[in-house]
């Protein structure tokens, strides 16, 4: 089975820090995506990437920045945490670059992050 | 732009009722639709998808999804539910865009009373 791991399962951090959410996918899987969870909003998608170093920015991608320098590994930076940005954060990895893909994809268990 | 409606925020259920959540996408072109589920405490899994062909899908525990492309639907279906499926359900949409990028719904949750 495909796993996805995200390093913390839950995180507090003060308005300002600087704040990584790293997740590492163990299947050579080509693209990696971030969604926010908020009750009521469903998942909404910050960053995704389909290969090393590339990066695209999704529905709501201000106040934060993505670093994919190995293809297992896709990080989810807040340069300057705000409490709005108080949410579970999941990772997500597929496979393949083509169109049709088969096999949706394997979430990670995610990280829930507070900022005061 | 893809979206996907869930209209169902909360649905409570007695144990072997029947369930049906409805989730309608907005998207002109070929889609690929999915169900996932989120059991409390625990990860998205994927429930069922479709790609193409026949239009009622089966998936996992006797769930199965009917795909009404005049309807821009994608109803999650289950004939007796359990207690175990207690649970948010999230509806989501690939369009052929270029890439791969699932727009998922606001999700519903479910709650069956034993």
């Known amino acids: 089975d495909v796993k996805v791991t995200q390093s913390s399962r839950y995180l507090v951090k003060r308005t300002g820090e600087k704040v990584f959410l790293e997740c590492v996918q163990d299947?050579?899987?080509?693209?990696m995506f971030w969604y926010r969870q908020d009750p009521g909003l469903g998942l909404r998608l910050i960053y995704f990437?389909?290969?090393?170093?590339?990066?695209e920015k999704g529905d709501i991608p201000e106040g934060y920045s993505v670093s994919r320098e190995k293809k297992e590994r896709f990080s989810l930076i807040l340069e300057s945490a705000s409490t709005n940005q108080t949410s579970m954060y999941l990772c997500a990895s597929s496979l393949g670059t083509r169109m049709v893909f088969d096999y949706g994809y394997t979430f990670g268990s995610g990280t829930r992050l507070t900022v005061v | 732009a893809q979206s996907v409606s869930q209209h169902n925020h909360h649905v409570i259920l007695s144990e072997a009722a029947s369930l049906e959540l409805g989730c309608n996408y907005s998207?002109?072109?070929?889609?690929?639709l999915f169900w996932y589920v989120q059991y409390p405490g625990q990860h998205l899994q994927l429930l069922l998808k479709y790609f193409s062909g026949d239009p009622l899908v089966k998936g996992i525990k006797g769930f199965e999804a009917e795909f009404i492309k005049s309807k821009f639907s994608f109803n999650l279906r289950k004939p007796s539910v359990q207690w175990s499926d207690t649970a948010e359900y999230f509806c989501?949409?690939?369009?052929?865009?270029?890439?791969?990028?699932?727009?998922f719904g606001t999700g519903t949750r479910l709650l069956v009373s034993p």
């Open positions: 990437s389909y290969d090393v170093k590339m990066k």
């Open positions: 989501a949409v690939n369009g052929y865009t270029g890439f791969q990028k699932l727009v």
């Open positions: 299947m050579d899987h080509e693209n």
């Open positions: 998207y002109g072109g070929t889609v690929n």
